[in-house]
């Protein structure tokens, strides 16, 4: 899609330069000179590069030019467009060397010869943006394109055509060369201008469409990019017919996205369509048609029908090599399959050279910081680890590490967009900090596995720690404080939006907020030394672990790639260990079986019902899940409770790391991807039938540089001065639910539970103010609490249990001064949109500014100063599990507003018992036990008590942090 803006000037320029030749016919005789221009040449080399015959179309264009300079000059408006024509074929002939200098002199010329603003010479400018972007000139590149998007606005308008077009290709800029935020933001003003010039579905507005399509790919929005795409294609085919170059281009791009997202299948089935049409139209040695071939090989290779995609791939190779030489991006695109497909074919030897040179002409062509060169470097070093040539991969971390890290801090992106893009960096960094492990050195290992964790929790909390440190001047506070809450409204409004288009319309706004966020905070830096040294973000290296983690303590880092697992280790002497713990086959699915087996007190199969899944233990000793309805394995017998599982998890997970963690009474627990959602507690350990609950006391944290930030403020709490003990709400006031609902509820869910999971397609929260039953415990509770607490706690309960309190508190500034919060109340939960996970409180007396859901987008724009926030609902620990983050949603708020640990819920939670264990929890508090220890001990004593002993009552509350 992104050529797409070419073809419409390419037509133009033609119908041009045929009006300045009839007009040229009219008008006075030339001197008779030595030659004169050939129309039939010049419509026969048109022909030829319409049907893809480039070297005809080449040799024809090249007599004509010279024919054309020496019968009118160079400057000579006619001669400057057949010299761009030249160019185009030599660029789509993958003569780079040839097609730069042509392109050089038709620019320059073009700027000087033609009136400002002339169609050619846009045209020319960014015909020679894109030759130098292909030749590994990318500050070039990219000051071209800036030069015409002024010069377009200038001389034609903001509102203009050619505005629109020099936007476009600018973005192109931007986006090839990794500057992402940059891209997005124009490439929305590009779809919103192509909007208000043309309509909806004009070829123009579909062109942007796609291109913002093409970014969101690139940024990891796959099912967005996928929602546009099949409106572009579906256009496309309706109003240019299945076989028109923008629809093949539409059809290949949906291609490539299907294929991020996993469906394979479509994916080959729309680009099998596309190389037929490709090679019938122009060829197999059509730059078009390679890359068309190489998307196919790519979908084979994936559904496993290795054979077909080598001899596709090699094929490819060899046709890219003789048609468009070793340095054009798809044939750098070939080396790179080519390479895949010989290691996934046992030819490992094969592919190494190849690997080598991918990151040699990568980084020529694009340069160090690029993401094709990041990509080829992880490739690399992958290749030299397998091949055991473990030193020369591990020299390869830092050109890696140098390049994510400069991705991270490219301006312009939206929080969800930067941890989406740093996903892929987070898993690389995985497989480095193994490299260096395996090598001996420990110390970068380890570093890297931190760089890889939690970064953007990370920055955010160090950002709300600078801004409410006290060092800033109260206006400059209020205007940080602003932005955060309008980026957090903002995001929720994005989360509400019905449709991608409803979400783009107010994604523009988005960005704004952020580079206006991004520009107050670097000035504020610049004139307060003490915020910007306290905006310093810190990762904890192998240096600052030593004396991090406490006498009795050890902390456990697991990093997780797909099945594989490994174990970083750090006790007291901050000495990091490695194991590598191997593949766990289906460790998602044995984390679900484990948590939903521990969630009811009943046959493992009714737990899984409401997830429409059964449980199977497999012939070869492993367990699966699968669909209810679906036949099982061979073999299979279908499992009644989830002792196995957690026995199989305890010995893969914990068993190899015994003898370091035995004597040790706290474990800190640092879990990655799946089992940041597992109750450690219920997993065997320590023989004669134990388990982790009877010898160690158990927190999470998401990674041991958030542990160290953590106890840093939970220390700079307790020196800022006295604060209240206890912040309580309870038995907030909710609207009736309707009997349709409990009559649903009374056939299959338990009563008074505290949340709810996953509704789809809101539009606004209040479509569930229906769902909430009372929940008359919470109003014991909070009661009970309080009591431990007397004359330092305040109370709200009923219909003061509000958001609107919530805010009035926080306000006055009053929020930040407790010890603990309490908020026992129902919770919601969302997986698709964390940002709309909530605390729901009282939903009776709403206002436009407090709709009673206090959501995850909301809570960093609160000001906590609280040693332990105590969730006391539903489900609240979880939320989408998102690569190098962890659990996004209410866990990641709560962090950034300020608060130090949180207990939260792994499952949904019963109400009386909740009573219980909530009253005894606070009552070790109030006595002085660490939050860590006073949540084991609480658990222990439930599971002793023979009302609450199943663990579905007590095993769902996890703390998260330092403890």
């Known amino acids: 899609m992104r050529a797409l803006h070419a073809l419409r000037a390419l037509r133009a320029l033609r119908a041009l330069r045929a009006l300045l030749f009839a007009a040229a016919l009219g008008g006075p005789l030339a001197p008779a000179l030595a030659a004169e221009p050939d129309p039939v040449r010049q419509r026969q080399a048109q022909e030829a590069q319409q049907r893809g015959d480039h070297r005809t179309a080449a040799a024809l264009l090249e007599r004509e030019v010279d024919t054309m300079r020496r019968a009118h000059g160079d400057d000579d408006p006619q001669t400057l467009g057949l010299m761009g024509d030249l160019a185009d074929v030599y660029l789509a002939l993958g003569r780079i060397g040839e097609a730069l200098p042509l392109a050089e002199r038709t620019a320059e010329r073009s700027l000087v010869a033609l009136e400002r603003g002339h169609p050619d010479t846009l045209a020319a400018m960014g015909r020679l943006a894109q030759l130098l972007q292909l030749s590994g000139r990318g500050d070039d590149a990219i000051g071209w394109s800036e030069r015409a998007l002024a010069l377009a606005r200038e001389v034609r308008g903001h509102e203009s055509l050619p505005a629109l077009d020099a936007m476009t290709t600018l ?29 909806e579905n004009h070829p123009d507005t579909l062109v942007a469409m796609g291109n913002l399509a093409s970014t969101y790919r690139r940024l990891g929005r796959f099912e967005d990019a996928a929602e546009f795409e099949q409106q572009v294609l579906r256009q496309f085919e309706r109003s240019q017919g299945e076989r028109a170059d923008v629809t093949l281009i539409a059809m290949n791009n949906l291609g490539g996205t299907y294929a991020a997202l996993g469906r394979h299948d479509e994916a080959a089935a729309l680009h099998e369509k596309v190389l037929k049409a490709r090679t019938a139209a122009r060829g197999e040695r059509h730059p078009d048609t390679l890359g068309a071939m190489l998307n196919l090989a790519g979908d084979l290779q994936s559904l496993g029908r290795l054979p077909e995609a080598l001899a596709l791939a090699e094929r490819a190779r060899t046709l890219t090599g003789q048609a468009l030489g070793e340095r054009h991006p798809t044939s750098l695109a070939a080396l790179d399959l080519l390479a895949d497909l010989l290691r996934a074919t046992g030819r490992p030897a094969e592919a190494l050279p190849l690997r080598e040179r991918q990151l040699a002409l990568s980084t020529e062509l694009h340069g160090p910081q ?21 030193r020369e991969a591990t020299r390869l971390t830092d050109r890696y590490v140098d390049g994510a890290e400069h991705q991270r801090t490219l301006p312009g992106l939206a929080a969800e967009d930067r941890r989406a893009l740093f996903a892929s960096h987070a898993q690389v960094y995985r497989l480095f900090s193994v490299f260096n492990a395996l090598d001996g050195d420990t110390p970068r290992g380890w570093r890297l596995a931190e760089l890889g964790k939690a970064r953007s929790l990370l920055d955010g909390m160090t950002a709300q720690r600078a801004a409410r440190a006290g060092v800033l001047p109260p206006a400059d506070r209020a205007a940080l404080d602003a932005l955060v809450r309008q980026l ?12 991608l288009e409803a979400r783009q319309a107010l994604e523009p706004s988005r960005l704004a907020l952020v580079r206006q966020l991004e520009t107050l905070q670097a000035a504020l830096r610049d004139r307060h030394p003490k915020y910007a040294r306290l905006s310093d973000v810190r990762v904890v290296d192998a240096a600052r672990l030593p004396g991090l983690v406490p006498a009795d303590a050890i902390a456990i880092s697991y990093l997780v790639d797909k099945d594989w697992v490994c174990a970083w280790l750090v006790g007291p002497d901050g000495v990091p260990a490695f194991v590598d713990l191997g ?18 007190n009943g046959p493992l199969a009714l737990a899984l019902a409401a997830d429409g899944q059964r449980a199977w233990r497999l012939a070869n000793g492993g367990f699966v899940l699968r669909p209810a309805a679906q036949a099982p394995p061979p073999g299979a017998v279908e499992l009644t409770d989830a002792t196995q599982v957690n026995g199989l998890l305890g010995q893969r997970l914990l068993l190899p790391l015994e003898q370091r963690l035995l004597g040790r009474r706290r474990w800190i627990i640092s879990p990655d991807g799946p089992l940041a959602l597992l109750p450690f507690e219920l997993l065997p350990f320590g023989g004669a039938h134990r388990t982790v609950l009877d010898v160690a006391d158990v927190h999470l944290t998401q990674s041991l540089s958030v542990f160290a930030l953590g106890r840093e403020l939970q220390a700079q709490y307790e020196q800022a001065g006295p604060r209240r003990a206890l912040l309580a709400m309870g038995h907030a006031q909710y609207r009736p639910v309707p009997e349709r609902v409990r009559e649903r509820r009374r056939a299959g869910l338990a009563p008074a539970l505290r949340g709810l999971v ?6 606004g929260l209040e479509q569930l103010d229906g769902l909430w039953e009372p929940l008359p415990g919470t109003e014991r509770e909070v009661k009970a609490v309080a009591r431990l607490f007397p004359g330092a706690s305040s109370v709200y309960l009923g219909e003061q249990a509000t958001e609107q309190q919530l805010q009035a508190l926080n306000a006055a500034g009053a929020l930040r001064g407790y010890r603990y919060l309490l908020l026992s109340a129902h ?15 009282g939903l009776t007396r709403r206002t436009p500014q407090a709709d009673g859901y206090v959501t995850a987008a909301e809570w960093p724009a ?10 006391s609902a539903c489900e609240t620990a979880l939320g989408r599990v998102v690569g190098g983050e962890g659990v996004m949603g209410l866990p990641f708020a709560l962090f950034v507003a300020g608060n130090v640990n949180t207990v939260l819920t792994l499952w949904a939670v019963d109400d009386e018992a909740t009573v219980s264990f909530v009253t005894r929890l606070f009552a070790r508090l109030q006595k002085g036990q660490p939050a860590a220890q006073a949540l084991a001990d609480t658990k222990r004593e439930l599971a002793r008590d023979r009302r609450w002993s199943h663990p579905r009552f007590w095993a769902p509350f996890v703390l998260v942090g330092p403890g």
């Open 171 to 199: 973005a192109n800029r931007y986006t090839n060369a990794g500057r992402f935020g940059e891209a997005l933001a124009l490439e929305q003003q590009a779809l919103a201008l192509g909007r208000r010039l043309r309509f």
């Open 370 to 390: 690029h993401p094709a060169t990041l990509a080829a470097i992880g490739a690399l070093a992958f290749e030299l680890a397998l091949a055991g040539r473990m």
């Open 488 to 499: 957090g409204e903002l995001d929720q409004r994005l989360a509400l939006a019905p449709t």
């Open 583 to 600: 593949a766990i086959p289906n460790l998602a699915q044995l984390v679900t079986i484990a948590r939903r087996g521990a969630e009811r």
């Open 758 to 763: 996953g509704q789809v397609g809101l539009v």
């Open 827 to 841: 919770g919601y939960v969302s997986h698709e949109q964390p940002a709309l996970s909530a605390i729901v409180l």
């Open 862 to 871: 609160y000001d906590l100063r609280s040693d332990v926030a105590v969730l």
